[in-house]
């Protein structure tokens, strides 16, 4: 599959931001829709938010309104900018396929505190 690496958690107070960076490889990225997700111990990994190859995004309830998916195709990357953070985000967050069909990896932890 298409590596994948995340990067940019770490530990904010609520209300603040933080900008996770996904980067990728190949020519399977610029074809394919892209997610974030987010797993929190004891509960199923959740999709946060996806972009379609063509760009147009799409959030789950819970972020919507303050999670903002990107996606820059000459660059194999896509991104989530993460603002008024809540504690209730904090959780491990990895990139996939929209369909989380690449493989797993080991994600960046985002801890907010308040």
């Known amino acids: 599959q298409v590596p994948l690496v995340e990067s940019g958690g770490g530990l904010v107070q609520a209300g603040g931001s933080l900008r996770l960076s996904c980067a990728a490889s190949?020519?399977?990225?610029?074809?394919?829709?892209m997610g974030w997700y987010r797993q929190v111990p004891g509960k199923q990994r959740e999709r946060v938010a996806l972009?379609?190859?063509?760009?147009?995004?799409t959030y789950a309830g819970a972020v919507k309104g303050r999670f903002t998916i990107s996606r820059d195709n000459s660059k194999n990357t896509v991104d989530l900018q993460m603002n008024s953070l809540k504690p209730e985000d904090t959780a491990v967050y990895y990139c996939?396929?929209?369909?989380?069909?690449?493989?797993w990896g080991q994600g960046t932890q985002v801890t907010v505190s308040s």
């Open positions: 972009i379609s190859a063509g760009g147009t995004p």
């Open positions: 996939n396929t929209a369909l989380g069909s690449n493989s």
């Open positions: 190949g020519s399977i990225f610029r074809v394919t829709a």
